[in-house]
């Protein structure tokens, strides 16, 4: 694929602010890397630019922006403050994190192989198996989790790994350095989704990972107000390949939406270790809830893979998953849910609670969710920054409808 060059990805100043805050602590950099004051102004708060074009001095004279669909200076701030916060060289934005997912896999080309991780977020397997398989992609599922079953997927033709750690929604771990290892052996590239912990609480690029891939409609947004996807690459071969497929195919997030991501941005660390202060509570309190089955959480103790989690992750998160035992269950106990809104998405500041089965993964359909292990009496919950008293007080006399 051609390289994408001449656009503001290269020409926009990388300020010296980059320079000097390469060991400052991850809060500083969410709040100053990308996000200098502007130049003409002083605004401590990176203008929106809503233009789609830019004047030209003369042919080929113009100030590192012709075309917002090529470059725009909100998004090339936005996309510089991602990088920083993963540790990456380039950081590519897109208009979804489907758009992001979608984007990398048109790095590859007919009759390559992708292995993927059995336990993904149900869009993107559709994806993969309803669209992409028809340009000649090859995609193979497996539990990711068992590091041997990665080697043994691998084919002639592979060329990506591609998993979710924690898995969405039953927060399966994968060990990202040691399939990095795989990777690097092999010659393939390993692609992490890495929404659910968000770069504050794990950053896979330093584990070994070649790009990394956000919804940052969740964690980075973290208001539920826009949507959006970003790419972030150890390799500034890929930063510029996807910079190229922004311009080619035009899938690019919104000044506006990149506005609203670097706001967000800015209380990151403050909201995930609010986040994560909450989830061990509930985490706690579900896992000893007469009316739960089972719950699924990194962050316990007795979590088959809490050592691991211990060791390539920050901190636990908010994601949480437990098992209400059937249908009818889970039904009743997210209609009595107060505090909590049913719904899809999650990360906001507001606790929002789903249902796999019929939400996010309802595209699989009964057998595909009975073979990773996906009930109809699953319930998924995203732990907000409100009270956590009051969290748990919604829990309780919900779960009382059971």
């Known amino acids: 694929m051609p390289k994408e060059t001449g656009s503001s990805k290269e020409t926009a100043s990388k300020p010296d602010l980059m320079k000097r805050t390469k060991k400052l602590g991850f809060a500083?950099?969410?709040?100053?890397?990308?996000?200098?004051?502007?130049?003409?102004?002083?605004?401590?708060?990176?203008?929106?630019?809503?233009?789609?074009?830019?004047?030209?001095?003369?042919?080929?004279?113009?100030?590192?922006?012709?075309?917002?669909?090529?470059?725009?200076?909100?998004?090339?701030?936005?996309?510089?403050?991602?990088?920083?916060?993963?540790?990456?060289?380039?950081?590519?934005?897109?208009?979804?994190?489907?758009?992001?997912?979608?984007?990398?896999?048109?790095?590859?080309?007919?009759?390559?192989?992708?292995?993927?991780?059995?336990?993904l977020y149900g869009g993107t397997p559709r994806l993969f198996n309803t669209v992409l398989a028809n340009f000649g992609l090859e995609f193979s599922y497996i539990d990711t989790s068992d590091t041997a079953n990665v080697e043994q997927a691998l084919r002639k033709n592979t060329r990506m790994v591609y998993v979710e750690t924690p898995t969405n929604p039953l927060m399966r771990l994968s060990d990202i350095s040691a399939i990095s290892e795989i990777c690097r052996r092999k010659k393939l590239w390993l692609v992490v989704d890495n929404t659910f912990m968000s770069p504050y609480f794990q950053q896979p690029l330093s584990l070994g990972a070649d790009m990394v891939v956000h919804s940052t409609t969740k964690f980075l947004n973290g208001h539920s107000d826009g949507l959006g996807g970003v790419v972030v690459c150890k390799h500034q071969e890929h930063g510029d390949q996807l910079a190229y497929l922004q311009k080619c195919a035009g899938a690019i997030l919104s000044p506006f939406e990149c506005w609203l991501i670097l706001r967000g941005v800015k209380t990151l660390a403050a909201r995930m270790e609010i986040h994560d202060r909450s989830g061990r509570v509930i985490a706690d309190f579900l896992s000893k809830h007469k009316k739960v089955k089972r719950v699924y959480y990194p962050g316990l103790p007795d979590h088959p893979q809490h050592a691991l989690a211990r060791r390539q992750m920050r901190g636990f998160g908010s994601m949480i998953t437990f098992e209400t035992g059937s249908l009818k269950n889970a039904n009743k106990m997210l209609k009595k849910c107060r505090v909590c809104s049913l719904g899809e998405s999650l990360g906001g500041v507001e606790t929002l609670i789903s249902h796999p089965a019929t939400m996010t993964h309802a595209a699989l359909g009964v057998k595909g969710r009975k073979a990773i292990g996906i009930t109809d009496g699953l319930v998924r919950i995203s732990v907000g920054i409100e009270e956590v008293d009051d969290i748990l007080e919604d829990l309780d006399q919900a779960l009382t409808a059971i």
């Not at 725009?72 to 208009?95: H, I, M, Q, W, Y």
């Open 28 to 119: 500083t950099r969410a709040i100053h890397d990308g996000q200098e004051p502007d130049p003409l102004t002083g605004a401590v708060t990176v203008p929106i630019y809503p233009t789609s074009t830019y004047v030209q001095q003369g042919i080929g004279e113009h100030k590192g922006y012709e075309y917002s669909r090529v470059s725009n200076p909100t998004r090339a701030r936005l996309e510089e403050n991602l990088a920083s916060l993963e540790g990456g060289v380039a950081a590519r934005v897109f208009a979804s994190g489907m758009a992001a997912i979608n984007a990398i896999a048109s790095l590859l080309k007919s009759g390559d192989h992708v292995v993927c991780g059995n336990d």
